[in-house]
């Protein structure tokens, strides 16, 4: 690989970048910005000026210097910072992230790719934290982050309890998990919203499976949720009372 496809990756990765996310701020396609980082392409002159001021190192070192074998480079501290930590790194999963992990989840170098952080309250294990949409699981607002441990085949699943669930056909979903004691090959997932149905899914199309711990959210969103869910209530009390009094007339 050319020093200047190195030294770019380089450079993302030192800022905890996504492909797609450092594409977008140089203004061109992921897919070119991987080809330069793979060697099929080389980088424009309007592209290493960006990169340059971006990152306040010259063009010439770009081409010419690999930044990444220099003394105490910033992902060698990074990686020595995880092993050192006695906190856990979690990997998060954002929505905007959800497609690619599909196709990344087993992939070290995709995973790496995303950005991490720390709780205090976690102990040891195999973490990671998903950004949620929609209103399936309410009072669990869309936007919350669900932070899970992983959970390794159909015995270790808890009954009842809330998981995240990879499947190859239906995505990341936030569902609560009900067993069949007569069957392995099959779990129902359940949502807390009753106005989503429950639906069954094969063993063999999941994935993974991350066992909820904490969550994540934004107070806004909770006061938001709140307020809604009051609202919801006051309608459907509203509606109990116009058909007792059509009882009563009738």
């Not at 800022?15 to 330069?36: H, M, N, V």
Request: glycine letters at 6%; proline letters at 2%; one cysteine or more.
């Amino acid at each position: 690989m050319s020093v200047v496809c190195q030294n770019l990756k380089y450079l993302r990765k030192q800022k905890g970048w996504t492909q797609q996310e450092f594409a977008d701020k140089l203004g061109i396609k992921r897919s070119l910005l991987g080809a330069y980082e793979e060697e099929r392409a080389e980088p424009r002159t309007e592209v290493l000026e960006q990169v340059s001021d971006m990152f306040r190192v010259t063009i010439d070192d770009l081409l010419r210097r690999d930044l990444g074998s220099q003394k105490d480079n910033f992902l060698e501290k990074r990686r020595q910072q995880k092993l050192g930590s006695s906190r856990q790194s979690i990997t998060f999963v954002p929505v905007k992230a959800a497609a690619g992990y599909l196709a990344g989840y087993n992939d070290e170098e995709f995973i790496e790719e995303l950005n991490t952080f720390t709780l205090p309250m976690l102990g040891a294990g195999d973490y990671r934290a998903f950004e949620i949409a929609g209103d399936s699981m309410l009072p669990v607002t869309s936007g919350s982050v669900i932070v899970c441990h992983k959970v390794d085949g159909w015995e270790e699943i808890k009954n009842n309890e809330t998981y995240v669930v990879v499947t190859s056909r239906g995505g990341i979903v936030f569902k609560r998990i009900v067993k069949s004691n007569r069957s392995k090959s099959k779990i129902t997932l359940v949502s807390d919203n009753n106005q989503f149905e429950p639906y069954a899914v094969e063993m063999e199309d999941v994935l993974e499976l991350w066992q909820s711990d904490a969550i994540v959210s934004k107070s806004s969103q909770q006061s938001r949720m709140s307020v809604n869910h009051l609202a919801d209530m006051v309608s459907q009390l509203q509606d109990q009372v116009s058909m007792l009094k059509k009882k009563i007339k009738d």
